[in-house]
């Protein structure tokens, strides 16, 4: 949620601050804006709501001669409408100082009756105004803008990263942040501050992560970070292992199409380096100890979205492999339970962005209690792993639609390694089974290849359904968190009613949504590796074909069973059931695509959802 850009150099400020907002557009917006330190050397500000390019017309109706110092912001509305008035920037100091915020404060009504009391009226119907106007009557009672910025940050509640700027002092921008991320460029004569790397790729790929409850200040040739209490701290420097190309659309029709594509570089890049021989062998794991493994009892895997039913199917491989409990809990659900803990707990994290606020204030609940945590996550030194005990990064590149596709591939794909890795330290695991599972994940980057090949079949049989209004998902076991996915994807880009059941629960209640013509799709099991399932699943067919349904059955290569009952069959490579989900979720990705690609809605920004929720 939210894009934050910084930026103090002598080159084009405001190109630099338009090319980090682009990049940064996946986390979700309605409204952008930049301010400036003009030629004039006044703070010079444009704002729009609705998309970037909305903003790109008045910056070119209305363009700023920037001086090498400037700040820039999309928002996604929490506090007041999606308005030109409510966009950031916002301003203090009667007009002399910029400010933008991600994130949420959530005692402004408290510091709202500060800036009454001070005579300062507010435009704005947000909670950012009021901190911009706070640090102006900071800085005009200290005359400094540090000074000014540590007083304010350490009166605000909930969470927050802030950029701010002032006039008389050109060349600097002031950063904190509080429960909301915040990383810094490292460039040649000049720096970047953003919400994430992506912010400044294009320009360098050197980049510090701010710790929690710090603030950052650059200019071009410096960077300095201080506690809350103006303490020097010191940091550490890391390199961006993908560069701007990789955040391109490359040809694409949309970025969703792209990364759907490189879901089998995702799963390869994601068990590099882990395979050794006929095991799995996980260095991150291996520096926790093998001892703290092997004491764990139980299993908790905390998660929100697609990464929470990522947690669901790994939960069956982890359980099977290291014969330990495991339940699944959504994150913003984990802490408010009073979950009973132990020292013999584990706690697993799931998160693409690694910032996701629900699942980073359930892995800090789970570390004050004593609970070991392992993080999976996408993004290099995130503020989740960085917090975790060890960290299992699953390697599939920046992932830009704000629908979650190769990020969840590599989540499911880490997870199994985790559950082999417990599996051979805990003694669990047979030496056959261990390189049986390992042969499975040297072939699944080809498998995968195949399943994206089904998308010529997928698209037509989408297009055709473009006016469906309800689809429905049938999945029993690992199949099972896949219908939910499946289901979820539609939702979240075609905007049309979607359920993921399992399939065993239809007799129980939801075979009365099953009308003439209703379309179900049936991930079915396969008929060597798991019979008994199979032989179930077709059974299921059978009803809801009885009664109408439309049935498209998602199948391994040379499964005739489900032949007489399938209005639709899409065929996916041979491979064990536990990894099926790999395969069998690509096809209904596709289809969520070309079903509102069909509808004419944009594929990589959706509605209403931002790539990385860093809010409660």
């Known amino acids: 949620m939210c894009g934050i850009v910084g930026y103090a150099g002598p080159n084009d400020t405001v190109g630099a601050l338009l090319d980090g907002l682009r990049r940064l557009e996946y986390r979700g917006y309605d409204s952008a804006g930049v301010a400036v330190l003009d030629a004039a ?20 109706a209305s363009p700023l001669s920037a001086t090498g110092t400037g700040i820039g912001h999309t928002r996604w509305a929490t506090h007041g409408g999606p308005t030109d008035v409510n966009a950031h920037p916002h301003l203090g100091d009667d007009g002399k100082l910029a400010l933008i915020h991600n994130g949420i404060v959530e005692n402004f009504a408290e510091l709202r009756e500060d800036v009454a009391a001070a005579g300062i009226e507010l435009l704005s119907e947000t909670d950012t105004e009021v901190v911009a106007a706070l640090l102006g009557i900071e800085v005009a009672r200290t005359g400094d803008l540090e000074t000014a910025f540590r007083a304010v940050v350490r009166r605000l509640e909930g969470t927050f990263t802030l950029l701010a700027m002032h006039r008389d002092e050109p060349g600097k921008v002031v950063a904190a942040r509080h429960h909301s991320p915040l990383v810094i460029g490292l460039g040649e004569g000049e720096n970047f501050l953003g919400s994430d790397v992506a912010a400044f790729v294009s320009s360098t790929r050197r980049a510090v992560a701010v710790a929690e409850d710090n603030i950052a200040i650059i200019t071009p040739d410096a960077v300095r970070i201080t506690d809350f209490a103006g303490d020097a701290v010191e940091f550490e420097e890391f390199e961006v292992q993908w560069d701007a190309e990789a955040a391109d659309k490359g040809g694409w029709s949309s970025f969703m199409a792209k990364e759907i594509n490189e879901q089998p570089d995702a799963v390869a890049n994601t068990i590099r380096g882990r395979l050794d021989g006929g095991r799995v062998d996980i260095p991150e794991l291996t520096e926790l100890g093998d001892d703290v493994l092997r004491d764990v009892d139980r299993i908790i895997i905390i998660a929100c979205g697609t990464a929470s039913y990522a947690g669901q199917v790994g939960a069956y491989a982890i359980e ?11 994150s913003h ?8 803990l132990s020292d013999r707990t584990l706690i697993i994290s799931v998160s693409q962005s690694g910032e996701t606020m629900d699942t980073l ?11 070991t945590t392992i993080s999976v996550c996408n993004t290099q030194s995130a503020t989740i792993p960085r917090e975790s005990d060890a960290a299992v990064y699953t390697h599939a590149g920046p992932e830009v639609a704000v629908a979650s596709t190769k990020a969840f591939i590599a989540q499911i794909t880490a997870l199994y390694l985790i559950g082999l890795h417990l599996g051979r330290v805990r003694g669990t695991l047979s030496e056959e089974d261990s390189a049986e599972a390992v042969a499975q994940f040297e072939a699944l980057p080809e498998k995968v290849r195949e399943a994206v090949d089904t998308h010529e079949q997928v698209a037509q049989l989408a297009h055709w359904m473009a006016d469906t209004r309800s689809v429905l998902f049938l999945g029993r076991h ?7 996915e499946g289901a979820l994807k539609l939702k979240e880009i075609a905007y049309i009613h979607a359920e993921g059941f399992a399939a065993g629960e239809l007799k129980h209640g939801p075979i009365a949504l099953i009308d003439h013509g209703q ?17 179930k699943v077709v059974s299921n067919i059978q009803e809801i074909r009885a009664r109408g349904a439309r049935v498209i059955a998602v199948v391994e290569k ?3 069973a ?33 079903l509102s690609t069909a509808k004419g809605l944009d594929v990589d920004q959706p509605r209403n959802l931002a790539k990385s929720v860093t809010v409660e």
């Open 320 to 330: 099977q492999w290291a014969r330990v409990p495991v339940e699944v809990q959504l």
């Open 478 to 484: 690992v199949g099972f968190p896949i219908a939910l």
């Open 333 to 340: 659900e984990f802490r408010y339970r009073d979950p009973v």
């Open 41 to 60: 050397g006044a703070v010079s500000v444009r704002k729009r709501s609705g998309k970037l390019a909305r903003l790109e017309e008045l910056l070119e």
């Open 558 to 560: 040379g499964d005739t």
């Open 519 to 535: 379309p179900v799709f049936v991930l079915v099991p396969s008929p060597r590796t798991s019979p008994l399932m199979h032989s």
């Open 562 to 594: 489900v032949l007489p009952y399938a209005d639709d069959v899409i065929r996916i490579p041979l491979s064990d059931s536990l990894f099926d989900p790999l395969l069998q979720v690509v096809p209904l990705q596709w289809f969520a695509l070309e």
């Open 361 to 371: 204030m359930a892995v800090k609940y789970a570390i004050e209690r004593g609970v």
